[in-house]
């Protein structure tokens, strides 16, 4: 079953849920959304949530980023 995606969101919109994001900033793919900061770059989703990599926060606050659609009902 393929993802689905959003579209990406600018910088100045923050996610409204926390969670693993795809974001366009350099040194990685992912990261995890706290509710108020960025954390560390991943290269896959699960490692974004890894406790060493999202504890970390990303110098990068400002950032593209989008998410993962609701699934069809």
């Known amino acids: 079953m393929e ?3 959003t579209e990406w969101y600018p910088p100045h919109v923050k996610p409204v849920r926390v969670g693993v994001y795809m974001t366009n900033a350099l040194g990685g793919r992912f990261q995890y959304w706290n509710g108020e900061r960025w954390g560390g770059y991943a290269s896959y989703e699960r490692a974004a949530v890894d406790p060493q990599t999202a504890r970390l926060e990303s110098r990068f606050q400002c950032v593209e980023w989008r ?3 609701a699934p069809a009902t």
């Open 67 to 69: 998410g993962l659609t």
């Open 3 to 5: 993802k689905t995606m």
